[in-house]
C-alpha cells in the first residue's frame, strides 16, 4: 500500500498534523479532496468563505519521481463562482512541494492576520507560521522589487526568506489583490531561482479556475504557503529509474518512452507543419475564423467576415509572436519541472497562452502583442482568473456600446469600437486601453457596478442590472443577461466559458469552464453528445486526479491504468467514475445543480454552430423557435447526461 500524506492545517489556531491515506483504494488528490470535502468537513453546508471551505492542494502519486509532467499542484475547493466543488492546478509547483515529505495540504480555519504558512521537509516534515500585517501585504502588492501583486509578494518572499528557500529548494503558492477584492482570484505559483535570488519569470502558472485564490484569501486569510525539502516519496523503483520505467512503458505500448513523450507533445513543443507551438502558437493557425471575436459576436458575421478578421489576427497578433519566439529566438520555459515540451512560450519576457491571450485580446477587437501583453500583465499581477476577466472586461465594453451602460458607471474614459467591419487594428486598439482600465478600476470597486461584479460574482450583478436598468434595457432592445456568457448553475453560481465558439463549455456538466469536456468544433443530437462530453470527462478527471499535465494527455490516458498497476490499483476507470460521481452529488447537496442557459448569446452559440455546420434538423427548429429548441436540447442532454452518470433525475427535484 501507498501512503498518501496530508497535512492539515488549522489556521485559525495555527495547528497542524498529517494523516495518511492508502492507494488504493484512494487514487490521487482529487479523489482525496472530494472525499474530505463531502464527508469529513461536509463544506457544501456552509458558505463559500466560511472557514469549514477547505481549500486542498494535492500532487499526484506519481510526484517524485522520473516521468515526464507528473508535478502539478491539485486544488480542490468550492468554488466561489459556481459555488459547487471545482478543480484546478497550477503546472510544476508539485516539483518543488513533494520535498517537504507530503502528497497534500487541507487548509482549514481562518486566521487574524494575513498567514504566510512555511512547510519544510528535513529529518521529517515541520510547519511554521508568519503572519503579515495587513497594510505592510497592501504594500507590497503596490509594488516590491521592480514587481507588482502577487509577484511582488512571491519576489519579497524570497528576499525575506532567502535562507528557507534556498536550503529547501523551495517554491511559494501566493494570492494577489484579486484574490481578496474579487470573488475569481487565481493560486499563483512562479518558480525562483535562490541562489541569485530571483524569479524564473515565464515559469508562472496560475489555478485560476474557480477562484481558489479567493477561497485561500477570503475564507481563510492566507496570503502563501511556501513549501520544500529534502524528503523524497518512497515511490516503487519503477517511477524512479528511467530506464526501468522505459523497458515497462516499452513492454505494453511498443514504444520507447522518450519518443512517445515527443511524437505526442509536438504541438506544445513545436508544431513543424506551422513553425510555431504552444496554445497560443497553434490555436489560431488551426482554429482561425472559427475563435470568437469582438464579444463573441463573431458568431453572427458571415463566413467571409471572419476569414478576414483572421487574416488580421495572423498577420498581426500571431506572425509577430511566431518571429520573436520561434524564428529570432527559442525563448521557452517548463513549468518548472524537467520536462522535453518546453510549453511555456515566451514573447519579450513575458509568458504568452492562448487563453489570457484571447480573452483581452482578439475577444475584444484588440490584435497588438505589446497592448494585450500590458493588460494581461495587469490580470497575472492582480492575480485573477484570465478566463473570468476576459468576460467581464467583454461584457462591460458591450453594455457600454449598446447604451446599457455609461462610461462613468464603468469607469473608462471613451466609448469602446466593437464595430467588426472595420477591419482596421489601429481603431480598434482603444478597447485595450479600456480594458485596463476596467481592470484597475474593478479591483478598486470604482462604482457600484464594479463592487457587484467582483463582490457578487457576474451572473449575480447581471440581475441587478437588469432590474436597475429596466429603461435603458427597453431603449437598447437587449438585456444584460442577454449579453452576458455564463453556464448557471443553482440560484446564483455560474462558471464562464473557455474562449472557444462551441457548445462544450456551455452544457449543464457538474463542472465546467475546464477542459472536462468535449470541445471540438461539432454539433450533434445531445444524447450523442452526452456519450462524448462524458467520456472526455472522465479521461481529462483521471489526468487531473493523477496529478499529470494534460498536456501529455496523448501518451498518458491509454497508459495510466498501467501506471496504477504499479500501485496494485486496478479497475481504475471504475475508480475515476465513482470520483466524478460523487462531485456530482457533493454539488446538488450544495445546490449547485447545472440549470438552462439564460441569456440570447449563450443559445445563440447553439444555434449559428447548427447552421454554420449546416446540421439542418437543428438549425430549422432553432430558426422555428429558438427557446424551445434549446430547451429540447437541454432537458436530453441533461436526462442522458445524468443516467452516464450514474444518478436519479428525483435528486435533482
Not at 469529513?40 to 500532487?59: A, C, H, M, R
Amino acid at each position: 500500500m501507498f501512503k498518501y500524506k496530508v497535512l492539515f492545517i488549522d489556521a485559525s489556531n495555527l495547528k497542524w498534523e498529517i494523516r495518511k491515506y492508502e492507494i488504493p483504494p484512494y487514487s490521487g488528490p482529487v479523489d482525496i479532496g472530494v472525499k474530505i470535502h463531502l464527508e469529513e468537513f461536509e463544506s457544501w453546508k456552509y458558505d463559500v468563505f466560511s472557514p469549514q471551505n477547505i481549500l486542498f492542494l494535492g500532487t499526484g502519486p506519481f510526484a517524485g519521481g522520473k516521468i515526464f509532467g507528473t508535478h502539478r499542484l491539485v486544488a480542490v475547493f468550492r468554488s466561489s463562482e459556481s459555488l459547487g466543488l471545482h478543480v484546478s492546478e497550477a503546472g510544476g509547483a508539485g516539483y518543488k512541494f513533494i520535498g517537504s515529505g507530503v502528497h497534500g495540504f487541507v487548509i482549514s480555519g481562518k486566521s487574524d492576520e494575513p498567514l504566510l504558512i512555511f512547510v519544510e521537509g528535513k529529518e521529517d516534515t515541520k510547519v511554521r507560521f508568519e503572519k503579515i500585517n495587513r497594510d505592510n501585504l497592501e504594500r507590497i502588492y503596490e509594488g516590491y522589487g521592480n514587481y507588482f501583486g502577487a509577484y511582488a509578494l512571491t519576489k519579497w518572499l524570497l528576499d525575506i526568506y532567502e535562507e528557507f528557500f534556498a536550503e529547501n529548494n523551495a517554491r511559494a503558492i501566493v494570492v494577489g489583490p484579486g484574490a481578496w477584492q474579487t470573488r475569481f482570484g487565481s493560486l499563483v505559483s512562479i518558480d525562483v531561482n535562490p541562489q541569485i535570488k530571483e524569479l524564473i519569470i515565464g515559469s508562472e502558472d496560475f489555478a485560476g479556475r474557480g477562484g481558489a485564490g479567493s477561497v485561500l484569501a477570503q475564507a481563510h486569510n492566507v496570503a502563501g504557503i511556501i513549501a520544500g525539502g529534502k524528503i523524497r516519496p518512497e515511490l516503487p523503483e519503477l517511477l524512479v529509474d528511467i530506464r526501468k520505467f522505459n523497458e515497462y512503458f516499452k513492454k505494453f505500448t511498443g514504444r520507447e518512452f522518450f519518443n512517445a513523450v515527443n511524437m505526442s507533445t509536438y504541438k506544445y513543443r513545436l508544431d513543424p507543419k506551422i513553425g510555431a507551438g504552444g496554445t497560443f502558437g497553434s490555436n489560431y493557425p488551426y482554429y482561425r475564423e472559427w475563435l470568437p471575436t469582438f464579444c463573441y459576436n463573431s458568431i453572427y458575421l458571415k463566413k467571409e467576415i471572419r476569414k478576414k478578421i483572421s487574416d488580421i489576427i495572423l498577420k498581426y497578433y500571431w506572425e509577430p509572436f511566431k518571429e520573436e519566439t520561434f524564428i529570432k529566438t527559442r525563448s521557452w520555459k517548463t513549468c518548472g519541472e524537467p520536462c522535453p515540451v518546453a510549453c511555456k512560450k515566451i514573447w519579450k519576457r513575458k509568458k504568452v497562452d492562448y487563453e489570457p491571450f484571447q480573452g483581452v485580446g482578439p475577444l475584444i477587437g484588440v490584435f497588438d502583442l505589446r497592448d494585450v501583453s500590458r493588460i494581461v500583465d495587469i490580470i497575472d499581477n492582480a492575480g485573477l482568473d484570465a478566463i473570468t476577466t476576459g468576460h467581464i472586461v467583454s461584457f462591460l465594453l458591450e453594455a457600454v456600446n449598446k447604451g446599457l451602460l455609461t462610461c462613468e458607471e464603468v469607469g473608462i474614459s471613451s466609448n469602446p469600437n466593437l464595430d467588426p467591419l472595420v477591419l482596421n487594428p489601429e481603431k480598434w486598439r482603444i478597447n485595450g486601453v479600456l480594458a485596463g482600465e476596467i481592470i484597475q478600476n474593478l479591483l478598486n470597486k470604482k462604482s457600484q457596478v464594479l463592487k457587484d461584479i467582483a463582490e457578487k460574482g457576474l451572473r449575480k450583478a447581471v440581475k441587478v442590472l437588469d432590474q436597475k436598468y429596466e429603461k435603458r434595457i427597453e431603449k437598447a432592445g437587449i438585456s444584460f443577461e442577454d449579453i452576458a456568457l455564463y453556464q448557471p448553475y443553482g440560484e446564483e453560481g455560474y462558471m464562464t466559458p473557455n474562449f472557444y465558439w462551441t457548445p462544450g463549455f456551455l452544457i449543464p456538466i457538474f463542472i465546467s469552464g475546464k477542459y472536462w469536456t468535449e470541445y471540438r468544433l461539432a454539433f450533434t443530437e445531445p444524447e450523442e453528445f452526452v456519450e462524448l462530453v462524458y467520456e472526455r470527462a472522465i479521461k481529462e478527471l483521471a489526468i487531473s486526479n493523477a496529478g499529470f499535465c494534460r498536456f501529455h494527455r496523448g501518451w498518458a490516458e491509454n497508459f495510466l491504468n498501467k501506471l496504477y498497476e504499479i500501485f496494485e490499483l486496478k479497475n481504475l476507470e471504475e475508480n475515476i467514475k465513482e470520483i466524478y460521481k460523487n462531485i456530482a452529488l457533493y454539488n446538488i447537496k450544495a445546490g449547485s445543480i447545472p440549470k438552462p442557459l439564460e441569456g440570447e448569446k449563450a443559445i445563440d452559440i447553439f444555434s449559428t454552430l447548427a447552421e454554420e455546420l449546416q446540421v439542418q434538423r437543428w438549425a430549422t427548429k432553432f430558426s422555428k423557435n429558438k427557446r424551445r429548441a434549446y430547451q429540447e436540447w437541454f432537458e436530453r442532454f441533461f436526462n442522458t447526461y445524468l443516467y452516464y452518470v450514474g444518478l436519479d433525475f428525483s435528486l435533482i427535484k
